[in-house]
């Protein structure tokens, strides 16, 4: 049948001659069932990978709770009051080491009464051994010196027994009193704690929030949320805690008579033992980022800081204020942005060293390992395996390789990133030169044009413009990597954010540095665009 008898076909006999013949027009069973089949082979493989991981018992033990810190670690910090509540019913406040409040912390949402009370000491032993002390009498001639009840010296030592010799023991002041004769009674009373009264804090109210708070007494601890209160009695004697009535939701206590933990959402948490309280209040933002507790300007508005900046009078004889006020941001301690910017210019210089390097490299050989160039078979393989063994082990083995040659620093780094693209960028050079046109290298020759002047002519203005175009990808690519191999102890900010996470408390360290590393990619990545875009010939989009 030909073309033109095919087309003058109407519909109506096209449908006549489909119902005549079904079997031609009838697609294959393999045509039908492969939708089937493939829907079913990725349902079966989904199934076959949850089973194979364990997903779904990975999932139901995962401490959501944690995973959540974590994530609000990026963009808060915690202070972390802890209230330690003594047997004598004082409570004494303490802050970390390094709080984020600075040395000498007092925050406004934080609320304490305080009161004196005499601490230290055991008052109803000290006056029972000094009744003793008075009545007591013997035939010996020396006695011991004991303290009386208002701290003087008594003698009664020659009174009672004849001798003067006597042993000077010390009251809760200090001083000494002597006495008479005791026998063992004296060692007993020079054994006595002392007393001193001391200011304390009786209770203490910590405010998370709008309708939130916990109310801290010695033998009590209420938690406020919302409209719900739960109330907490502390049994100091047998070391437990017991909550009146059920606990809410927002409350959990793993062991009976253990700690109570009761939590805030964003705002924090509180965990309640028999003799401690401590308080973990997160706040929204980064502390402390330009200036750290110890720097004059911090805890100072902009204002304020603007104003020292341009005062004439120096905080610092040797140095300008503004020159300070640099400094103190460069070596903040919390954040130390001075290291973090130089360990991020380590890793961008890796990733060009490295990637500059194995272009270089892989530029020559590539000639080499191309068969349409170098007409040698044993060179071409010789050249090709090389390539696989430099890309097959992969870049993070390289490093951990040469970080146990060179020791940890930028050079490792910058070899494990050489070795590994000079494989890759040697393979992709070479197949682009086995797929040039030869008729423009076939022109070159033509007109008798040396070897060398063939291949200047004829090929690399085919294939220099996507020589620069890869190496420029790898460029961009080593930017991130080198952030990975870092980690190993290659240097650059890798192994600094490594050493953050560790600390499993740094996030927000963490987030910083992250942050800084998407910037600089960002910025490659756009360069990296705009140089291949011009070296291609094409306009950006």
Not at 185 to 202: R, S, T
Not at 397 to 407: C, E
Not at 442 to 461: D, I
Request: hydrophobic share 45%; with cysteine; proline share 4%.
């Amino acid at each position: 049948m030909s073309a033109t008898t095919v087309s003058s076909l109407s519909a109506a006999d096209i449908d006549d001659i489909a119902r005549r013949n079904p079997q031609v027009f009838a697609p294959s069973f393999w045509r039908r069932a492969r939708p089937v089949l493939i829907v079913s082979a990725a349902v079966l493989y989904a199934l076959y990978c949850w089973w194979f991981f364990a997903i779904g018992k990975v999932l139901g033990e995962a401490n959501w709770d944690i995973a959540g810190n974590y994530l609000a670690d990026w963009i808060s910090y915690e202070v972390r009051p802890d209230f330690e509540i003594a047997g004598d019913g004082a409570i004494i406040l303490s802050f970390p080491r390094f709080s984020p409040l600075g040395s000498n912390p007092d925050p406004d949402w934080i609320t304490v009464t305080k009161t004196r009370m005499m601490r230290g000491g055991e008052p109803e032993k000290a006056a029972a051994a000094q009744a003793s002390s008075s009545t007591s009498s013997g035939s010996s001639g020396f006695g011991f010196m004991v303290p009386d009840a208002k701290g003087t010296s008594t003698g009664e030592g020659p009174a009672s027994g004849g001798s003067s010799f006597g042993f000077m023991v010390p009251d809760a002041q200090g001083t000494s009193t002597g006495s008479g004769p005791q026998g063992r009674n004296g060692e007993a009373d020079a054994a006595a704690p002392q007393a001193v009264e001391e200011e304390v804090i009786a209770s203490a109210v910590v405010t998370m929030g709008s309708g939130e708070r916990i109310e801290i007494a010695p033998r009590e601890v209420r938690v406020l949320r919302g409209d719900e209160t739960l109330v907490l009695k502390l049994d100091h004697a047998n070391e437990r805690v017991e909550a009146e009535g059920a606990l809410p939701e927002w409350a959990s206590q793993k062991l009976e008579g253990g700690k109570v933990i009761a939590r805030f959402g964003f705002s924090g948490r509180v965990e309640v033992r028999h003799d401690d309280v401590k308080v973990r209040h997160r706040f929204l933002g980064w502390e402390n980022f330009v200036f750290d507790a110890n720097s004059p300007f911090w805890g100072k508005s902009f204002g304020e800081i603007a104003s020292m900046i341009m005062s004439d009078e120096r905080i610092d004889p040797d140095r300008s204020n503004l020159s300070l006020a640099w400094n103190n941001i460069l070596y903040n301690a919390d954040w130390q942005h001075l290291d973090v910017w130089t360990k991020l210019l380590q890793t961008i210089v890796m990733a060009f060293v490295g990637t500059l390097f194995a272009a270089i490299i892989a530029f020559p050989l590539a000639f080499i390992a191309a068969r349409n160039i170098t007409r040698s078979r044993v060179m071409n393989q010789i050249i090709k395996r090389f390539f696989d063994f430099q890309r097959s082990v992969d870049m993070f083995i390289w490093a951990l390789f040469f970080t146990r040659a060179f020791g940890p620093g930028p050079l490792a780094g910058i070899s494990a990133i050489f070795f590994t693209d000079t494989g890759t960028l040697g393979k992709l050079y070479s197949e682009s030169l086995e797929n040039i046109d030869d008729k423009q290298r076939e022109g070159v020759k033509s007109v008798g044009a040396s070897p060398m002047a063939v291949q200047r002519y004829g090929v690399l203005p085919q294939v220099l413009p996507l020589f620069a175009s890869q190496a420029l990808y790898f460029w961009e690519s080593n930017t991130r990597s080198a952030t990975i191999i870092g980690a190993v102890g290659a240097g650059g900010i890798g192994l600094k954010l490594w050493e953050a996470m560790r600390t499993n408390q740094d996030w927000e360290n963490v987030a910083y540095m992250v942050l800084l590393i998407l910037l600089v990619v960002f910025v490659f990545d756009n360069i990296s665009n705009a140089l291949r875009s011009r070296l291609m010939g094409k306009t950006r989009a």
